[in-house]
């Protein structure tokens, strides 16, 4: 549970079956490692809300802090990815490496089936493919705009074996009103959209400026004209307005050249530089084991939908990867813009809601 009402009616609807049913509260960030305070943080108001909901559903609840795990296999390697000038998704990590493996490993957890309130859906597969048992296929929520398939698409197929998506059939509209009327205290929280570690006081290149030196660099446009300046590859992702004062018209980022330290814009939001029909991935996560699929090595390719963005729907690629499997290319059907280096491409099987894996755009 987070607090949120998401998690509060998963644990409701939960509580209504025979379930020998507890609750667990991740505290993933320690502000003691900034500040040498925990007063007034964050944490302690989701945690509060997740023992109110649980004191009314009369079920038991426990916090378990893996803010050390967060902090080496989350927050570290996602630092370093900024100081390269890419953009990482941390939220997808996290739930590979510490909701779906941390936690779901941790000793008051690992007999357990897990339940969590993501708009997602499993599925069994009785094909079996070779296996002695049916493969859990991760599906798209019914929710189209709260779907959440895209931050768990890098979840191994073993760490989705024991696990429970109550909400994932459900829309956010509906959701809410089932928490009215059940009267969680969570019912009219408001949603929570930040990165866990930042939290409310301060903006997040604020936040990423006291891990990250300060390195000045020039904004040009294409044909090398200097029009403004700034202080850290990593505060600006490609496809974004580049905020830049004093010019006739938005200039948007199209690339950064890491070498020169230089961020390039163009003015025009529908320039050719700022769509890509090709797009280069590595650091594969394939959901089954088996994966990924023989049709990535043939020459019509593996047919399937992707999603570069999380809010973004599917749209159609073909993937096709090297001899080893390590690198792959997907050519889009149609150009996509905003594509930045170190987010996070996921496929999909074409025109269905089921999640095949992920990998990590590359520049080439």
């Known amino acids: 549970m987070s607090g949120g009402v998401d998690s509060s009616v998963t644990a409701a609807l939960l509580a209504q079956s025979s379930f020998d049913l507890s609750a667990v509260y991740m505290r993933n960030w320690d502000t003691r490692d900034e500040n040498a305070s925990d007063t007034g943080c964050e944490w302690e108001k989701d945690w509060e809300d997740v023992q109110r909901v649980c004191q ?208 390039v814009v163009v003015d025009d939001p529908d320039h050719p530089v700022l769509s890509r029909s090709t797009i280069h991935i590595d650091s594969f996560h394939w959901i089954w084991n088996h994966h990924p699929p023989s049709e990535v090595w043939t020459e019509d390719g593996l047919q399937v939908d992707v999603k570069i963005r999380s809010v973004m729907q599917p749209v159609p690629a073909v993937l096709r990867l090297d001899d080893e499997g390590k690198r792959g290319q997907l050519a889009m059907l149609q150009p996509q813009k905003g594509v930045a280096e170190g987010q996070i491409a996921v496929f999909y099987q074409r025109s269905s809601d089921w999640c095949l894996g992920s990998a990590t755009i590359t520049a080439q």
């Not at 079920?59 to 803010?67: A, E, N, Q």
């Not at 024991?162 to 009103?177: A, C, D, Q, S, Y």
């Open 56 to 263: 009314k559903l009369k079920i038991p609840c426990t916090m378990v802090d893996l803010s050390r795990d967060y902090w080496n296999r989350v927050f570290e390697p996602a630092l370093q990815v900024w100081r390269e000038g890419r953009t990482p998704n941390p939220d997808v990590s996290c739930n590979r490496e510490i909701k779906f493996g941390v936690l779901r490993n941790h000793e008051i957890v690992k007999d357990a089936w897990l339940a969590t309130g993501h708009y997602a859906r499993i599925e069994w597969d009785t094909s079996l493919h070779g296996k002695t048992s049916p493969l859990p296929k991760l599906l798209r929520g019914v929710d189209r705009i709260k779907d959440q398939s895209y931050w768990l698409s890098s979840v191994s197929e073993s760490n989705l074996r024991k696990v429970m998506f109550p909400i994932g059939h459900l829309n956010k509209t509906k959701l809410r009103e089932m928490a009215e009327e059940l009267q969680l205290p969570t019912a009219k929280r408001k949603e929570s959209m930040g990165i866990c570690f930042v939290g409310k006081k301060r903006s997040f290149p604020q936040f990423l400026q006291e891990y990250i030196p300060t390195e000045s660099g020039n904004i040009v446009t294409l044909d090398g004209k200097v029009v403004g300046s700034h202080t850290g590859l990593w505060q600006y992702t490609v496809g974004e307005n580049a905020r830049i004062g004093g010019q006739p018209k938005r200039l948007f980022v199209c690339s950064k050249n890491v070498e020169q330290n230089e961020i």
